[in-house]
Every structure is written in C-alpha cells, then in structure tokens.
C-alpha cells in the first residue's frame, strides 16, 4: 500500500492519466462511492449518504458549509481515533463546499495516516484489511480530483503536502498503539518515526521532481492538453 502513495510524481500522474474521464467544464463535486462509508448525492442539492461514525456522519451529510467546517472543527479538537476513512470523507465534503485547499490538506492527511498505520501494525493479520481496501479506493477515485486542483499551484501544493505530513507527526493515529491489533516487528514508535521519516523523503523526491524546470514544464503542458486547468483551477 506505501508504495501507492511513494513517490509524488505518482499524484501528478494519477491526475494526468484520469483527467480525461471528466468533461472539460469545472468538476465541482467528487460524485464517488466508497461503501459502506460514502455514497455521493445523486443530483445537486441532495444530501450524501455518509456512514463513518455517529458524530460526525449528520455533519459530513450536510449540504450546508458550516456544518462541514463543525466537522473539521470537531477533527482537529479530538483527532486520537479519527479514522482515514472519515478524513477522506472530510476531503471529499470540502471539496463539494467549495474549501479546495481544505480538501487537498485533509486528503494528504488522510492518506498519511494510513500509512503510518500500515508501517507499524500488520494490516492483515490485525484484520483490517477492509480499510486497506477502502483507502485505496478513495485515493483512486477522489485522488485524481483532488490533485488535479492541488496541482493548479506547485508551490501551494508542497505546502498543503509538508503541513499535512507535520499534521500527522504532530497527531499520531492512536489506534497504532492499541494492543488488538498485530505489530509489525521491532518497537511501535520507532516503527512510527520511521515512517514519517520515509513520507518525509517521498516528498523531497516529489520537490525534486517538480524543481527541474523541464519536468514542470512538461507536466504544465500535458495538464493543458488534457484540458485539466478548465476542470480544476477554476475560481
């Protein structure tokens, strides 16, 4: 699964390769189905069906922002046992209300959190294989979405991807620490910074990328052909 998510050219790609699916008009919501956890309203004005958890579930089904915010809110205040499911949730939510870098932020977050879990507990044998699966299938449908406007502005995209990876480090997910689930071998903080360690350097090799001006003018030109600017950088 970190191989998913290692290198950062993977989410320019991902965007690059799937933005042809979309027509060439503004894609203003993230219509996608990831059951049992989401499914998107089937016509404007509707109300998603979210299922991630009592608290937070009325919130994210909202079509009203502030509500969308109280759920961010309600993240950040207690984010011990938020799993990554309900943050790609929170992505997807604000990304339909409008609160793009939000999304981007909470995405990134999401998929961080995933991967730290995955690098300390053993996902099959702790019988999570279930959020394995939904992980990935949120980061194949909404990701290309996602980063097709994270990637408008190279420069805020590396600072929404290194706050979201400070986010994670500054938060770890608590259920790495919880007995019922199988570690992987060695101890469970060590485990950890190494793999906060190992997204770090993800990164850099993402800026190192994107800091060679022929591949950034590469990737600009082929965002403009798939005509990804008119589908993701509007205001």
């Keep these: 699964m970190r191989k998913m998510f290692e290198f950062a050219a993977f989410a320019a790609a991902l965007t690059l390769q799937s933005v042809g699916a979309f027509a060439a008009e503004p894609v203003r919501q993230i219509a996608i189905h990831v059951r049992p956890y989401y499914q998107a309203a089937d016509s404007a004005g509707e109300r998603p069906q979210v299922a991630i958890g009592a ?35 929170l992505a997807i939510r604000l990304y339909d209300v409008g609160l793009r870098d939000d999304a981007v932020l909470w995405f990134y977050v999401a998929k961080d959190r995933f991967i730290t879990l995955s690098q300390v507990i053993d996902i099959e044998r702790s019988g999570l294989a279930q959020v394995e699966d939904a992980v990935r299938a949120f980061a ?22 290194v706050k979201a990876l400070a986010w994670v480090e500054q938060n770890p997910y608590q259920a790495i620490f919880m007995d019922r689930f199988t570690a992987k071998s060695g101890d469970r903080a060590e485990n950890l910074a190494r793999a906060i360690r190992m997204a770090r350097q993800s990164i850099d090799k993402e800026q190192a990328y994107f800091a060679d001006p022929k591949q950034a ?8 052909r798939n005509e990804a600017d008119a589908k993701f950088c509007w205001k």
């Design 55 to 89: 608290s937070l579930s009325g919130l994210l089904a909202s079509t009203q922002r502030d509500d969308i915010l109280a759920a961010r809110d309600k993240v950040v205040a207690d984010p011990k046992l938020i799993t990554p499911m309900t943050m790609m949730v």
């Design 140 to 161: 194949t449908l909404a990701g290309p979405i996602i980063n097709g406007y994270a990637f408008c502005d190279l420069a805020r995209q590396k600072e929404l991807r």
């Design 217 to 224: 003018a590469d990737f600009y030109a082929t965002r403009s």
